[in-house]
């Protein structure tokens, strides 16, 4: 429809055609009528189960008598928290309403229309869109097999248009890690110009046997300054629904980050709760191995009654399967009150709870003419 008297001008205001192109985010129910239905359980959003820690409840508490002001506009307590927890200032911290919004951030810094973005795929859904928004060239390169990144794949496919490259490690969906001297010598081929974002979301379950992390990132930071580490309070912390992230980066770059964000976005209950979380460092490592030893006995389960599951560093596990045996897979946890999250064409992502929640998985995936 157009204006009767401009024919060329439309009637009503339309979005921009990248907008428009973007896809929608579509989030699953359980079955209606589904069997164990009353017992429900959403396993697709990588949420932890864990309730909030008691002294994050009383932080939020204490806050939540003073909602009618406004929140420290530069988040400085929270930066200060984050950047003595990791051995740097408070200059090299940014922070933002979850990391995808820190990632929004980084990209409007960083890119100019035209500008490319390098990360690869499958990955976390977010990458592309936020690099259409901000008028980036996505460039995504194919995972390995193995289901984790092709880091030398990544590396030819960097040009002096890119300005941007983005690692999810562990990688979301498929949970598989990228090892310390991969990173190194990717590091060491990437040009100084170009940012390279380390998404850690899941960084807190990538832990080896004694509990230690698995990668060194800060190391690699300190030794990589076009390195920027990107983490949240959405996971292992159980702040998703307080909605904060932050980056550590070079002072130049968490500056533009900082400009870059939506003035007062980090609520003052997100800001305390956050504080308060890493002040209890000793009860979230607990949470953390429960879910990590949870994690081995769901892939042992799992491998044992016949199906590939690659190795996760994350509070979740992968399932590769073509879309026929994604739609079987994810009929069948929905019978059963389990919500899991499919990808078309690639797999099924199933976020770890209680054991008692584990074991209806792996019940699941013994069923016999699930694979016939």
Request: glycine letters at 8%; one cysteine or more; a neutral charge.
């Given at each position: 429809m157009t204006d009767s008297l401009n024919p060329t001008l439309p009637t009503a205001p339309r979005l921009r055609a990248t907008v428009a192109a973007l896809p929608g985010y579509g989030s699953g129910r359980p079955a209606p009528g589904a069997r164990g239905a009353e017992h429900a359980v959403g396993l697709a959003s990588n949420e932890s189960h864990f309730d909030p820690l008691p002294s994050v409840l009383d932080a939020v508490t204490q806050v939540a008598a003073r909602l009618n002001r406004y929140p420290d506009f530069a988040s400085l307590e929270l930066r200060s928290a984050i950047a003595?927890?990791?051995?740097?200032?408070?200059?090299?911290?940014?922070?933002?309403?979850?990391?995808?919004?820190?990632?929004?951030?980084?990209?409007?810094?960083?890119?100019?229309?035209?500008?490319?973005?390098?990360?690869?795929?499958?990955?976390?859904?977010?990458?592309?869109?936020?690099?259409?928004?901000?008028?980036?060239?996505?460039?995504?390169?194919?995972?390995?097999?193995?289901e984790g990144h092709d880091l030398d794949a990544m590396a030819a496919a960097v040009t002096e248009h890119t300005r941007l490259v983005l690692l999810c490690s562990p990688n979301n969906p498929t949970g598989v890690s990228i090892g310390q001297a991969e990173l190194e010598r990717f590091l060491e081929r990437?040009?100084?110009?170009?940012?390279?974002?380390?998404?850690?979301?899941?960084?807190?379950?990538?832990?080896?046997?004694?509990?230690?992390?698995?990668?060194?990132?800060?190391?690699?930071?300190?030794?990589?300054?076009?390195?920027?580490?990107?983490?949240?309070?959405?996971?292992?912390?159980?702040?998703?629904?307080?909605?904060?992230?932050?980056?550590?980066?070079?002072?130049?770059?968490?500056?533009?980050?900082?400009?870059a964000a939506i003035p007062f976005g980090v609520s003052a209950m997100a800001e305390h709760a956050a504080v308060a979380s890493l002040a209890a460092a000793g009860e979230?490592?607990?949470?953390?191995?429960?879910?990590?030893?949870?994690?081995?006995?769901?892939?042992?389960?799992?491998?044992?009654?016949?199906?590939?599951?690659?190795?996760?560093?994350?509070?979740?596990?992968?399932?590769?399967?073509?879309?026929?045996?994604?739609?079987?897979?994810i009929a069948a946890f929905a019978e059963e009150g389990l919500l899991v999250r499919g990808y078309p064409g690639d797999g099924v992502r199933i976020t770890l709870a209680d054991p008692a929640t584990n074991d209806r998985i792996l019940a699941v995936l013994a069923a016999p003419g699930l694979r016939a």
């Open positions: 003595r927890h990791h051995g740097v200032s408070a200059e090299e911290v940014a922070v933002g309403t979850g990391s995808v919004a820190v990632l929004q951030q980084i990209v409007q810094a960083v890119c100019d229309a035209g500008d490319e973005a390098v990360f690869a795929w499958r990955s976390f859904e977010a990458y592309p869109i936020v690099v259409a928004l901000a008028g980036a060239t996505a460039v995504p390169v194919a995972l390995r097999a193995d990437v040009p100084a110009g170009v940012l390279v974002v380390l998404d850690e979301a899941y960084t807190d379950y990538d832990v080896d046997a004694a509990g230690r992390p698995a990668v060194d990132s800060l190391a690699l930071y300190r030794a990589h300054p076009n390195l920027c580490l990107l983490r949240t309070f959405s996971k292992a912390h159980g702040l998703a629904g307080l909605r904060v992230g932050y980056a550590v980066a070079a002072p130049a770059i968490a500056e533009g980050l900082r400009r979230l490592r607990e949470r953390v191995a429960a879910t990590v030893s949870e994690r081995t006995r769901v892939l042992e389960g799992i491998r044992a009654r016949g199906w590939v599951s690659p190795p996760s560093g994350t509070n979740f596990v992968w399932l590769p399967a073509g879309d026929r045996m994604r739609e079987r897979l």
